[in-house]
């Protein structure tokens, strides 16, 4: 495995936030994975609060922890001063420090000195591990779905880590795969597809659903948009190495154009779904769409649920938001849908 | 203007290969840029010949070299320790160093050293330039044609080269845009796309052909191929960067699978015509196909006539082996295509 591995558990740092909206990373690893979320741990003047007990770095080392996890964003993206005195007291501790923001940890003096010392690592999610291979395109065991998007924020992230929930609730045996920042904090390990060299991103994306059982599904977090006028390559990168049997297409119900782009019209979702295969077939000839995961949260309520009705009428697939409702009718549909494909399978080999 | 920019006219280094083969950088350039090449330098036991007039460096210097550029590559793709007497003397002289090795010149102290003193720049074509923006997709004035391909190492940088010389001498505004190692060597300068971080492919590709006069061609040199299974990511931004008003399929004729994939069987040109429209359409409309150009050296002498005529035929494209008989049946063709859409344009506002 060369995935970027954290390790476990987590203490979450808040600095001296006081906003929640800028303590996202923070949030979303608790509600996505409470159980590696120990401790958090706030500055003077900080006031955000995620739920955690609070806890001291002494603590921290004293419990066990693995990671001080870098939970907020400051404006710029960089490492204020202020919480260096912290940082370093946890490298000498023993604990890694995570982080997604734009200056490198190890760029930092008094942090990179203090782990090269105590041995704990400074682990930069948003810089791919080295030596990455170009994508071979050769079949791997187990399933694979990849959610896909009409545009960037869109929801794939959340829709990927929904599927996981349900599906290990329902007994199926699923893991998300992150390619994104906050995702691979959220699970542990992954790749930031869209920093890896654009020859070696299909070959990223096969080390990150790498071979499996064969009832094992991998829910392999999508990145950018395959109409995207500044991402595209990302996507296909992605699309290709990850060889998905199923897709899920995200949407933002009412957005238009692609954000950020006002020049671009946003594609259909068909146009996403037949994209997608025409392209996916590549490396999977069995790939298919098996729903569409809506955010509806600009329609007003009483909207959402005709909206999805129409949808899923038109499109003949189950369309869900997953926030309102889960994703369970998707998961319905693939398990469906891959009864049919081994059903004929069967047909064709007997 | 963003891209790697090489300092001319260039003295050409040889060390002391032996063989032509392991020259193509130095040949390349002299075939293409014979009017920059003053000069061809061999270490002892070295016996290429490029045709160029023996210069030391002392003489480079005196006549107004601008770059030593390394024109051998060697197995592993490094830099021999027994070059670098002459490539520090040719610093300290005032000279780049330009190379597409693997080894970064100034990973190699003696180098650093003398550049940080005299000046002169240690350039790596395979290195991409810093801050390279995201694709916006805006519309640029001024024409492209890129050449794409059904696989990797089908004459893409040849075809666009044979292009750019013989729309010139048909007396068009044309330039060769490249968009790796040895074509940056050739054109002076360019980006090398498969390095570029995935996120920044499109964005790197716009600023490969910059705006300019509504008359001027952009022929830019592809990259991998849309149906390749390491490299479609690279192929996508490069489309989708690149805004082509014209493309030319590079193919080499016997060819079954995709180099190197053997369970890959090599896309049709038609498949690839038909990808190559459906996705150049989202930042350029008016794009399309206008000729193939096809390797033929694994056929029989007397079956290259008949198999471009039979493709021809197919496809109602010209088609050429851009080195038996150059390229002008595709320009006659880009002329008529470029004449039927002013006429039809004007039609239209009338």
Redesign the interface.
């Known amino acids: 495995m060369k995935t970027i591995e954290l390790r476990s558990p987590y203490l979450i740092f808040l600095g001296s936030e006081t906003e929640l909206t800028y303590a996202k990373t923070g949030a979303g690893l608790v509600e996505w994975r409470r159980e590696l979320c120990k401790g958090q741990l706030a500055l003077e003047g900080g006031t955000v609060d995620l739920g955690l007990p609070a806890m001291s770095v002494a603590e921290a080392a004293a419990g066990g922890i693995g990671s001080l996890v870098i939970g907020t964003a400051v404006v710029g993206g960089n490492i204020p001063d202020e919480w260096l005195d912290v940082l370093v007291e946890a490298v000498e501790a023993g604990l890694d420090i995570v982080a997604g923001v734009h200056t490198k940890l190890c760029d930092i003096p008094r942090l990179a000195e203090a782990a090269a010392k105590s041995g704990a690592r400074l682990v930069d999610v948003r810089v791919p591990p080295a030596r990455l291979p ?5 079949k791997r065991t187990g399933k694979r779905l990849l959610t896909v998007g009409t545009d960037c924020a869109v929801g794939k992230k959340y829709t990927a880590l929904a599927l996981e929930r349900d599906m290990r609730e329902m007994g199926m045996n699923a893991d998300f795969r992150a390619s994104g920042q906050t995702g691979i904090m959220i699970a542990g390990q992954g790749i930031p ?7 070696f ?3 990223a994306a096969e080390l990150l659903s790498p071979d499996n059982t064969a009832d094992h599904w991998d829910l392999v977090e999508g990145q950018g948009g395959i ?1 995207h ?6 996507t ?2 992605l699309l ?1 190495g990850s060889q998905p049997d199923a897709f899920v297409v995200c949407h933002e119900a009412g957005r238009t154009h692609i954000s950020g ?1 006002p ?2 019209p946003l594609p259909t979702i068909e146009d996403v779904i037949y ?1 997608t295969i ?2 996916g077939v ?2 999977n000839p069995a790939i298919s769409c098996v729903g569409v995961s809506v955010n509806t949260s600009r329609l007003k309520p009483e909207d959402r649920a005709p909206y999805l009705a129409e949808l899923s009428a038109r499109l003949n697939l189950p369309c869900v938001d997953p926030l309102k409702g889960g994703t369970k009718p998707i998961i319905e549909r693939l398990n469906a849908a891959m009864d049919d494909r081994s059903a004929k399978a069967k047909r064709f080999l007997a």
């Open positions: 170009v994508g071979n395109g050769k597809i869209d920093s890896v060299v654009s020859d991103v299909s070959g109409f006028p500044g991402f595209s390559a990302v296909m990168g290709v782009w020049d671009f994209r025409a392209i590549l490396t």
